[in-house]
């Protein structure tokens, strides 16, 4: 086995050129990955390839080329352990999450965190003092940090220390699986953009029709400027996992219009994922989108080709679309389809003739004399959910219309929606009828209120329990009135605005949506909506008046409207007490480019506030805790969120659970039993953060241990055995509220150390 040489004399060691090709896998191990280079994380793109270790800890990690070591960093969080080595060639090799360190350094570590009394270290070293050779043992591999079970994390850095993909840096694997795509988006881009008709970003299916090729099967009607992006995963062979591809490119018409190729960034860019992928998408349970087009804030990323930005403005007419997929050893798909760009229409649908079997309708244009040359419908129930599209038994021209015969059986007693193409290839808004189905009452309907942020414009969309044939009217006040007249019903149970400039609903104070006859129906929605603004800091507060957001000039990317919505019916929280309303932070699916702050305001009645502060929901971890501040004089709490969510005020009455303690109370040990103090330690409201919320002490000597976050265990690792005789150990924990928690643990170690 090759230890390192600790030796200034390794210092004159002449530095040789090495090639990527020349690389070392880190493990001795077949080269098996579960995650690749910019894959999605929480913020950040994922920097290297996680490459698996058999699902346990202990795989020696050699070193993949010669270099020295530069650094050692050691955390409970995070990388955990971790090695950084430099190469002779000037790349960085860094491997996280280890287990331990090769004996000489992990003794080295050792008395560094003594002299520091601390477990969390970062250490550099000078060329000359830890070199290694290629294939020298470094470490073995764990799950120390923030790890989710034993695995490397390795990352192949360059001189500047920015992230390479390890996989066209120097290593390789096989694989002969393509990627496979799986949907488009198509958002729109400005004011005025509609895509098949609705000022909403649209998802569309693909089909595969070759092995290597990949189409959207109907023409795709646009007006304005939009962008694509593409929903894909990557496959490797012998392995089970979905991987991140390696380049994507966009031709339309065959012009190149974007490409995006994963091969480096620099760590200040990775939260820009929230600009690649589509962050509203995700936020939506709509999937995960690579956007096809750059944002202004996002061209600058290293990943994305300067030559273009992707974003589509397209000439009237039919446009071929190309979008070519590849991973990092090339093997290639491609997407085809067409896009076509026309204004919208409208049209007007009229019942002439009703047989015994069948029902004959006229589809006509509105205000365009081009004549309306093909139709689609599709059949709805009462509450708006789509069944089928329904064939005509016979068409017919009439003049700037078309006659278009429906079976009976196919659409009695359902919500029907036409939507007609003119010969010009414009498709038009959906026109919504029914057949022997009595429409709802409208002023007993019950009825809700969306508000959706696009690109560069809002919708209000109005949404109701079933189908309605009268047509809403919209009303935004805030310093005047603005009479909105013109929602579009898209769905038989859904009606939309136009798309509104964020400047008309920027300090919108209340939403009327009327229906006007006899009586007269009107809803009321408060909302105190707020314009960001670029040179300073403004805020928007509930309609309770109790939650506020404050946005610096630099919180969002773009000019944003904001606002605070009040949440009537919140999901319980186990273990605690709401001393406040929960409150949504809108538009909770646009990115934020930097902090923003909130505040809440407790109710007078409220005394006792101890061991509470601001929680906000996650969907799998339930109320969380954001760190906290009270202001007495205010009678409020203060924090900040990096993204826009649901919060409020949460009393913890919950202390944190220390338990599965070795050695145990009253337990007797020889010394080969206690090599390991361990415990696990977890809290099920505030929780616990870092290790410094964590007390262990041995015979009232206070023990450097390493805390798993993920696992929720503590661990220390006895250097020399136990004296014998009788031993207490104390472990103390505190909650992020501060509930405390305190077990005391008597044991003995008897036996001899030896047998001699």
């Not at 996280?96 to 070293?125: G, T, V």
């Not at 043992?137 to 034993?150: I, Q």
């Not at 309708?361 to 059949?379: A, L, N, Q």
């Not at 935004?476 to 019903?489: I, K, P, V, Y």
């Amino acid at each position: 086995m090759k230890h390192f040489y600790i030796s200034s004399l390794f210092a004159l060691i002449t530095l040789t050129s090495l090639h990527g090709q020349d690389y070392l896998w880190p493990v001795d191990l077949p080269r098996r990955i579960s995650s690749n280079f910019g894959e999605t994380r929480p913020r950040r793109f994922h920097a290297g390839l996680d490459i698996q270790t058999k699902g346990v800890n202990g795989i020696e990690l050699k070193a993949i080329a010669t270099g020295y070591i530069w650094r050692v960093r050691v955390s409970s969080s995070g990388y955990g352990r971790a090695l950084y080595l430099k190469l002779d060639d000037g790349n960085i090799a860094l491997y996280a999450h280890l287990d331990r360190f090769s004996p000489i350094l992990e003794n080295l570590i050792s008395l560094e965190q003594e002299r520091l009394n601390s477990f969390s270290i970062d250490k550099y070293f000078a060329p000359g003092n830890f070199v290694v050779q290629k294939g020298d043992l470094l470490g073995f591999s764990g799950e120390s940090g923030g790890a989710f079970g034993p695995h490397l994390h390795f990352e192949l850095r360059d001189k500047s220390n920015r992230p390479l993909n390890p996989l066209t840096n120097g290593f390789s694997l096989e694989d002969g699986r393509l990627p496979v795509p799986e949907a488009i988006s198509i958002t729109p881009l400005n004011k005025d953009a509609v895509i098949n008709g609705s000022p909403l970003p649209q998802v569309f299916p693909l089909q595969r029709i070759k092995t290597r090729e990949y189409a959207f099967m109907d023409t795709i009607h646009v007006f304005g400027e939009v962008g694509l992006g593409i929903s894909v995963v990557d496959h490797i062979s012998w392995m089970n996992n979905k991987f991140n591809i390696y380049g994507a490119v966009l031709s339309v018409d065959d012009n190149e219009q974007y490409r995006v190729e994963f091969e480096r960034f620099a760590y200040d860019q990775s939260k820009l994922i929230e600009l690649e992928r589509d962050y509203s998408l995700q936020r939506l349970n709509d999937g995960e989108f690579h956007r096809l087009f750059a944002d202004d804030n996002s061209h600058g990323l290293a990943f994305i080709s300067k030559q273009s930005n992707g974003k589509l403005a397209l000439s009237p007419g039919y446009h071929r679309v190309s979008i070519k997929l590849y991973d990092a050893l090339k093997n290639l798909v491609n997407i085809k389809g067409v896009i076509y760009q026309a204004p919208p229409i409208s049209i007007a649908v009229s019942e002439i003739e009703r047989a015994k079997t069948s029902v004959k309708f006229r589809i006509e244009s509105k205000g365009i004399p081009f004549p309306i040359t093909h139709f689609t419908c599709y059949s709805f129930k009462s509450k708006g959910f789509p069944e089928e599209a329904i064939k005509a038994t016979e068409t017919s021209r009439d003049g700037n219309g078309m006659i278009v015969t429906l079976p009976l059986e196919d659409i009695d007693n359902k919500v029907l929606q036409f939507i007609g193409i003119n010969n010009q290839g414009a498709v038009s808004s959906p026109f919504h009828t029914s057949i022997n189905l009595a429409p709802a009452d409208y002023m007993t309907v019950d009825l809700d209120l969306t508000v959706r942020h696009l690109e560069e414009s809002v919708v209000i969309q109005v949404e109701v329990e079933s189908y309605l044939d009268k047509i809403p009217e919209l009303t935004l006040r805030n310093s005047h009135f603005l009479d909105l007249t013109d929602l579009q019903q898209v769905s038989p149970t859904a009606f939309i605005t136009r798309p509104l400039s964020l400047e008309e609903f920027g300090g919108t104070t209340e939403i009327v949506v009327s229906f006007h006859g006899s009586p007269v129906r009107e809803s009321w929605f408060p909302i105190r909506s707020e314009l960001s603004d670029n040179n300073k800091q403004t805020a928007a507060v509930s309609p309770s008046g109790s939650c506020s957001i404050q946005a610096s000039p630099t919180t969002f990317y773009n000019p944003t409207v904001y606002w605070v919505e009040d949440i009537n019916s919140p999901v319980p929280v186990e273990g605690g007490t709401f001393l406040t309303k929960a409150y949504q932070l809108q538009p909770f699916d646009r990115p934020l480019q930097n902090s923003a702050n909130v505040a809440i305001i407790l109710p007078n009645y409220i005394r006792d506030f101890s061991k509470s502060g601001i929680f906000y929901y996650d969907k799998d971890d339930g109320w969380t805790y954001l760190p906290s501040r009270f202001d007495e004089r205010k009678w409020m709490y203060f924090t900040s969120l990096k993204s826009l969510e649901a919060i409020t005020v949460i009393q913890d009455t919950i202390q944190p659970l220390i338990e599965h303690i070795f050695p145990g109370n009253g337990g007797s040990y020889s010394f080969e039993d206690v090599q390991e103090i361990q415990a696990s330690i977890r809290d099920e409201l505030a929780g616990i953060e870092g290790d410094e919320a964590i007390s262990i002490t041995l015979d009232d000597k206070k023990l450097l241990f390493e805390y798993h976050p993920i696992k929720k265990e503590v661990t220390f690792r006895l250097k020399t055995p136990l004296e014998s005789g009788d031993h207490n150990l104390v472990i103390t924990a505190e909650d992020q509220v501060g509930n405390t928690s305190s077990e005391e643990i008597r044991f003995n170690r008897s036996g001899k150390l030896c047998g001699c």
